[in-house]
């Protein structure tokens, strides 16, 4: 098993380790007993994983002596909501949860998202253990203490930054996700090795057919990267005030076309297309060159992912989902850029009307 320590700030105790490894039930629950004790554990995990994981962790805990119990959300992007907020607060109140309690997320990026939220604001914030079942939960969205539900209005509208106490990557779970889940992970890979490493863009370009087969000769070395990348971009800015944001490379453009679609579009479908907006972006104002923009096309492509989009959305409807995009700033929306793979930046804004003609390019 593999550690990788996440040094934040000293004041608040928020530092925390990500351990990654194949078949770490065993030891996570010793850990958990170890480093994070309590009277009372509460796992909140969603239907589809609560039928193949969620009872044998519960009896595993309760084996090796511990209080748990488990609470169980609707799966999908539809349910994270304050509707399941509320309900998810009733359960943990006649569970009799206190602030003693520790909350461990056990799904996707779903069920980590409205986990750390809820523990996050449950009588002013408990801890929370976050054990991502998903590619992309497991390469990004629980590391690094974001945490939010959606509004009708748009994704991940209301949030907080709350850590985790602890993350464990067990590589077994990726064994029962679906391919187009696994896929959905995909997009957040080629996301890091466009923003940040050239290596791994180019060893996703090379290999993707094996990658895409779970080869396990690529996969834990790839996660592993991606998770030592995100700590290393949250320790530097945790709360999003400069160099993270170009952690949302492709988000922008991808959670409006999430929100237009009624979230028929995956995340990482979404994501795929942003990436292309991004870079046809990025090459129309003469920052990317075509080289480049083909490339990243081609590996999202390769990866299993839509290259284009669906013909019934209309742009403006989607530049209107943009302008309620929670890293809007006076009124103007800033999009992550990139000047060639591994260089990206955050621009100052970009007119409507360049935006509305990517979008028709990008239209099926």
Known sequence: MRSIKVNLDKKTLSSYEIRI????????ILLIAKNHKAAHYVIITDTHVNRLYGQKLQNA???????VSTIEIPAGESAKNMATVMDTARSLLDLGADRGTVLIALGGGVVGDLTGFVAS?????????????TLVGQVDSSIG????VDLPQGKNLLGTFHQPSAVFVDLDFLETLPQKEYENGLAE???????EDDKMFTLL??????????????????????CRIKKSIVEIDEREQGLRRILN???????????????ALSHGEGVALGMIAAARLSAKMHYLADDDLSRIESVIAKAGLPTRIPHAFAPQTVIGRLKTDKKKKDGVIHFVLIKKIGMPFVNGGIP?????????????
């Open 21 to 28: 490894g194949t078949s770490i039930l065993d030891r996570m």
């Open 61 to 67: 805990m309760s084996e090796a002596g511990h209080h």
């Open 121 to 133: 604001v449950y009588m002013r914030s408990i801890p929370y253990i976050q054990v991502p079942t």
């Open 145 to 148: 203490g974001k945490t939010a």
């Open 189 to 195: 890979i080629i996301k890091y090795g466009i923003i």
């Open 205 to 226: 370009e090379e290999n993707m057919d094996a990658i895409q087969s779970r080869n396990p000769a690529y996969l834990p070395k790839i996660i592993e990267t991606c």
């Open 249 to 263: 490379f492709g988000h922008t453009v991808g959670h409006a076309l999430e929100a237009v679609s009624e979230y």
């Open 352 to 364: 409507d009307e360049m935006i509305n003609t990517v979008l028709e390019e990008m239209k099926a």
